[in-house]
């Protein structure tokens, strides 16, 4: 047994091994994979092996492209047999909103680069002609997904990183760690002691009990999964694709001459939640045939086939499940040498060659090549230590995981985790709350005698006219909007002005009573966060992020921070309420309630200062993220309802409204102002993303300056480009639509949504910088229908931003 290795592994099923074979890819050969019972002995061992690419995000659908390239080279690289086969996989539609969430899929499929051919019934009869066709109405059709036999996968890539220097240990449990200044110095196993300096938890469904070995959160649930395996099957027909009928919620393949067949039931049952059982390696559960009967019921209306078939067996395995239906990867924040690749939600294997990569290059390289928040672990907050919020909320996901996946769809399950001070109030006046990060936020307001709940649906949504009148009301009168989420941080002490001149694009060399809108740049110039940072007094900052951003930023910021404690950083998001009062009438409702200077002359755009408003002291900065004159107002959370009260008596005549995210959402993409995860993010420098103004290279060294130097002095690859289109009818855009000129695909749509003072559908997404010029041609393809667009060189709404200096 060795007694020490550069980075140790815990865990040897397909993603350890696979992070193993792509750091040894890197040149990094002293790794060194755990394993408590055998390769592939956890979850991977009795995995179904569907693999299939296309995902909701751009760069999760282009990491699971990565496992199939992987995949159709591996057996001939290694000489071990993969079972790896690109049948394709067909999709099946039996209602119209299934039929339009294939189209929706088909489209953001193209514009990733994917096929994927709409198809009639009796086209996919053709290719599964063991269907019954009953209620079917249409299909898709995905040809480059396939198939694998996971252990087989596991095998080839434990034995490609073996040839290339790491190193495997069977039957070897981890029972501790030692720690010290926040790093894990050495992996405590059975079998003796190894010094390392990085670890990876890649233990599948025990990776939360690794993590509390290590004091490190992983929010995964198991869950009982079942499938069947019939035998032989009499006049199969061979070379079967792989099936998915979700509104049976079904998914098959064939295998020997005969199915699997298996299903993601409504009613999940969770396994294990308070510790998998000691010595429980490489075992199946008892089947639950009485679980399983109406996913079987179910099969044999849709195949016949099964009704007389003998069964094999019906495995009932255990896998990870997470509370919002992702997979974790990335730096826990907890610790500085620790990574994680847990929680694989039951597609381990379609996504193992990827996520093996992903990690592999965030430890050798700093970084992955994409960026992958919608995985990355810091989308996790505090909450998530709950044990009983994880279950109730995995458990509705699981529910899920074959239902429609609706536009803006918000869930029931764990709600009203962190709540505004004016949570009760806003409710009174019909707010309609979606959750973000644990908080509950006014997504919209339902008018006395409308119903205050979204109502699912492709079309457009029955909140439509009602964030109309919030968004018309910020344009011309004023609004109030709770913004409590906010993530908030102190930044303080002697050493802070140089630190975080040092850690943003933009010069925060300002005077006491300054706010910066600026960028956190990573070394090849891509933003890993968009921030406002104030400066309060001489060495104390203020600084604000998005809500469920906080983790990850302030990590960022903590990672970088002076060793000699110079700099002190605080998270003090639940010290202060928000209430963002913005419109051209904002200025006249605070100078009703407060004696201080709230002119243009006195307080300019881009300051922030205390003042008394009401009875409430406040610090009010003016910015805006609407386009319009505003101030947000940040104050104790016990002063909230009071100032929103004062606000809202003072406000009556003139024509105060609450307003939601969802206006907010409206009103920031006719201003083509940019969304951290969406516009921008690290795939995008700001000279891309068009904000360039907000970067400072003539202040001195800083993060990122020389990539953004060469960035800006050779033009950007890439332009984030504004469209509108052509049509008077408004349009449901939710990103992931295909950007198109003269019917070539050239991009994505990153955010859409509908313009209320335009009057027009717009779309933002990125272009090269070769197709990014006016010769027009353009078109947004939504649910398969392309719809010509104008392609604008200005955002649609004050150009000039006259509004926002009024």
């Not at 390696?281 to 089947?287: G, K, R």
Request: hydrophobic fraction near 40%.
């Amino acid at each position: 047994m060795r007694d020490s290795a550069q980075v140790v592994i815990i865990g040897g099923g397909i993603v350890g091994c696979s992070i193993a074979y792509h750091l040894t890819k890197l040149g990094w050969k002293d790794v060194l994979i755990l394993e408590k019972g055998e390769l592939t002995s956890g979850s991977t061992w009795h995995a179904a092996g569907l693999v299939g690419q296309l995902r909701s995000h751009r760069n999760v659908t282009r990491m699971l492209q990565h496992s199939v390239s992987l995949y159709e080279t591996l057996e001939a690289e290694t000489g071990l047999t993969t079972g790896w086969k690109r049948c394709g996989c067909l999709h099946l539609a039996c209602t119209e909103e299934r039929l339009f969430e294939l189209k929706k899929g088909a489209t953001t499929a193209r514009s990733f680069g994917l096929e994927m051919h709409m198809i009639t019934p009796s086209e996919a009869l053709k290719i599964f002609p063991i269907l019954d066709m009953e209620g079917i109405i249409g299909a898709a059709f995905m040809p480059s997904d396939g198939q694998a036999d996971p252990s087989g996968l596991t095998m080839a890539l434990a034995k490609g990183a073996v040839n290339r220097g790491a190193t495997v240990e069977q039957k070897t449990r981890v029972t501790g760690f030692e720690i010290r200044d926040n790093r894990i110095s050495a992996v405590v196993t059975d079998r003796g002691t190894i010094r390392c300096e990085t670890v990876v938890n890649a233990a599948g469904m025990w990776g939360r009990e690794i993590g509390r070995m290590m004091g490190v959160n992983i929010p995964l649930v198991p869950f009982q999964h079942q499938y069947l395996v019939t035998e032989a099957i009499e006049g199969l027909p061979p070379g079967l694709p792989t099936l998915r009928d979700k509104d049976s919620l079904l998914y098959y393949k064939e295998e020997v001459g005969g199915l699997v067949m298996g299903g993601y039931e409504r009613d999940g049952i969770p396994w294990a939640i308070h510790g998998i059982p000691q010595g429980f390696t490489q075992e199946l559960l008892e089947p639950d045939f009485d679980h399983f009967e109406s996913i079987s019921q179910a099969a044999v209306k849709r195949t016949p086939c099964l009704g007389t078939a003998g069964i094999a067996r019906l495995i009932n395995g255990p896998e990870a499940f997470t509370p919002d239906g992702n997979c974790m990867l990335g730096p826990a924040p907890e610790l500085e040498n620790c990574f994680v690749a847990v929680g694989f939600n039951a597609f381990g294997i379609a996504a193992g060659g990827g996520a093996g990569r992903m990690v592999a290059e965030w430890i050798a390289e700093g970084e992955p090549s994409l960026n992958i928040w919608p995985l990355d672990i810091r989308r996790f907050g505090p909450y998530h230590r709950s044990l009983r919020y994880n279950v109730e909320r995995t458990k509705e996901i699981y529910g899920k995981h074959y239902t429609i996946s609706w536009p803006n769809e918000e869930h029931d399950s764990a709600r009203g985790v962190r709540r505004s001070p004016l949570y009760y109030l806003l409710k009174a006046n019909g707010a309609v709350y979606g959750a973000k990060y644990g908080w509950e936020r006014a997504n919209w307001f339902a008018p006395p005698g409308v119903a205050p709940e979204d109502v699912p649906t492709f079309g457009i949504p029955n909140w439509f006219d009602h964030v109309a009148a919030e968004h018309r009301a910020a344009r011309e009168a004023v609004v109030l909007i709770d913004q409590s989420s906010f993530s908030k941080f102190e930044v303080a002490g002697s050493g802070t002005l140089p630190f975080l001149n040092e850690m943003a694009a933009g010069n925060v060399d300002r005077p006491v009573g300054s706010t910066v809108y600026t960028q956190l740049c990573n070394d090849r110039g891509g933003i890993e966060a968009d921030i406002t940072i104030s400066r309060l007094a001489k060495d104390r900052f203020f600084v604000i992020t998005g809500t469920a951003f906080g983790v990850h930023d302030f990590m960022w910021l903590k990672r970088h921070l002076p060793k000699d404690g110079s700099v002190s950083l605080r998270d003090v998001t639940s010290s202060f309420a928000m209430i963002n009062v913005c419109g051209p009438l904002s200025r006249e409702l605070l100078m009703r309630l407060s004696d201080d200077d709230f002119s243009n002359e006195g307080f300019a755009f881009g300051q922030c200062r205390e003042v008394v408003i009401g009875y409430a002291p406040v610090l009010a900065i003016r910015v805006t993220y609407i386009g319009e004159l505003g101030y947000e107002l940040y104050m104790p959370p016990e002063y909230a309802p009071h100032l929103y009260e004062s606000l809202w008596e003072a406000g009556r005549d003139l024509g105060i409204r609450n307003a939601g995210y969802r206006a907010i959402d409206s009103l920031r993409l006719e201003k083509g102002y940019c969304y951290w995860g969406a516009e921008v993010s690290p795939d995008y420098s700001p000279y891309d993303a068009g904000i360039g103004f907000a970067v400072h290279l003539d202040k001195g060294p800083f993060k990122g300056r020389e990539a953004l130097l060469k960035i800006k002095q050779g033009g950007p690859k890439w332009k984030l480009c504004t469209f509108t289109l052509d049509t008077d009818r408004p349009i449901l855009l939710t990103g992931g639509e295909t950007i198109t000129r003269r019917e070539k695909v050239v991009g994505a749509v990153s955010s859409g949504g509908y313009g209320h003072t335009v009057g027009k559908t717009i779309a933002l997404g990125y272009l090269s910088a070769a197709d990014a010029d006016d010769s027009g041609g353009f078109a947004i393809e939504v649910y398969r229908e392309a719809i010509p667009a104008t392609r604008l060189s200005k955002p649609p709404y004050d150009p000039e931003r006259s509004r926002i200096f009024i």
